[in-house]
């Protein structure tokens, strides 16, 4: 290395910026130093504690679910919707249509599966639809969309 520089000063003196032996020079000022950690991991759905959710049906509701469509309701009616919900699906998350692919606890067709994705900003699937929690605010996205028509029966 010591004979690099010597060759250096030897053959373009007038080309090197250097200061006189013996001389310290402190270093340009340079910016401060970025840190370059990973991503954060995406972020969990948190479930309000607040909202909860049971299959208990009574009188043509599902009752145990109104705690949960009270917690996500974009404005609809809490009892109508939980009417909706028992007339589709009893009350139970994890059915499925065996004639469509509707699924869940508001029997909402997994090909509304791109559209919601694109709308709640995370992703979909007829699996993912049975988790009660999901299936009630992708109903809601719907609901928001189209009203009680996502749930015709005319």
Partial sequence: MTILIAALLVLAPNHLDLPPEGVYVA??????AVRLDPPDPPAT??????????????????????P???????????????????????????VRNRSSSATGLLQILSSHCGWLSDQMDTWCTRDRLTDPYFNVRAGATLWREQGYRAWSTS
């Avoid at 270093?27 to 401060?32: C, F, W």
């Avoid at 948190?46 to 109104?66: M, N």
Wanted: hydrophobic share 30%.
């Fill in 27 to 32: 270093a340009e000022p340079t910016s401060p």
């Fill in 45 to 66: 759905e948190q479930v309000p504690a607040s909202a909860s959710y049971s299959d208990a049906s009574s009188d043509g509701r599902c009752v145990g679910a109104e």
């Fill in 68 to 94: 949960l469509l009270r917690q996500y309701s974009p404005g609809w009616d809490v009892v109508r919707m939980s009417r909706i919900m028992y007339r589709e699906s009893r009350c139970q998350a994890q």
